[in-house]
């Protein structure tokens, strides 16, 4: 596996430090959590780690850096993110506090989860896709896109620091053609959502959501970057 960040002509690997790693683990179909910090090299020729997984079912890929990464825009370029990511608050405290014309900034991290069956589709257990596995900013399928006979929708819910999420912005994008999303939607009030779920191909759910800092901080805002990742043959 690669560990990439960005979208479209901007999508690479991504160039982050191994301390910045904060942790990396798969939760295995059975259930049982596996520490997987030990399996990275970070800026490998081919591959930042390489996994096995033996039992069928579906495993969930955990990983979460840490947020001392920082963002400083001018204030045209940080509204236009604000407004295109759909980051509410951010929006209201700076139309609230009369910042709309000042530089913004902010402090970010990643929270990204992965979709892997090994065996067939539908063999093995599916339980723990549908299960929250604790993150500050997690996207919580209510099925397996794996399970069989395969849904036509997947219908998904947003938590955020434990509470479902409303009015976040979900977009599916398809990982071979990444510009822009296929389908987008904002979750409602009780923080769900639903897609339709493609038949082949890789692809990635995304959502973004972030909280004011106090003015003693650094920066203005901290803001959670989430994916969920997962592919058909």
């Known amino acids: 596996m690669t560990v990439q960040v960005g979208h479209g002509p901007y999508r690479q690997?991504?160039?982050?430090?191994?301390?910045?790693?904060?942790?990396?683990?798969?939760?295995?179909?059975?259930?049982?959590p596996i520490d997987l910090h030990g399996e990275l090299h970070l800026g490998g020729n081919t591959s930042d780690a390489d996994l096995k997984f033996r039992a069928p079912g579906a495993y969930v890929l955990i990983l979460e850096t840490d947020a001392r990464?920082?963002?400083?825009?001018?204030?045209?370029?940080?509204?236009?993110?604000?407004?295109?990511e759909g980051l509410t608050p951010a929006l209201l405290?700076?139309?609230?506090?009369?910042?709309?014309?000042?530089?913004?900034s902010e402090n970010y991290s990643r929270r990204a989860k992965s979709l892997v069956q090994v065996g067939f589709p539908g063999a093995g257990s599916q339980a723990q896709v549908t299960r929250p596995v604790g993150l500050p900013l997690e996207i919580v399928p209510e099925v397996s896109p794996y399970q069989?006979?395969?849904?036509?929708n997947l219908p998904v819910r947003v938590l955020y620091e434990g509470r479902p999420l409303a009015g976040a912005l979900l977009k599916l994008t398809n990982l071979a053609q990444d510009a822009a999303p296929?389908?987008?939607?904002?979750t409602d009030g009780t923080g769900h959502a639903t897609f339709t779920l493609p038949g082949s191909g890789a692809w990635l759910l995304n959502v973004i959501w972030t909280k004011p800092l106090?003015?003693?901080?650094?920066?203005?805002?901290?803001?959670?970057?989430a994916s969920l990742s997962f592919g058909f043959p």
């Open 13 to 32: 690997r991504s160039p982050i430090q191994p301390n910045r790693i904060a942790y990396f683990a798969a939760i295995a179909a059975d259930g049982t």
């Open 214 to 225: 106090p003015s003693s901080r650094e920066t203005d805002f901290e803001t959670v970057f």
């Open 182 to 186: 296929l389908e987008t939607h904002l």
């Open 69 to 84: 990464a920082q963002s400083h825009l001018p204030a045209i370029r940080f509204n236009d993110y604000l407004k295109t």
């Open 148 to 152: 069989q006979p395969r849904p036509a």
């Open 93 to 104: 405290q700076r139309e609230r506090t009369h910042r709309m014309d000042a530089d913004g």
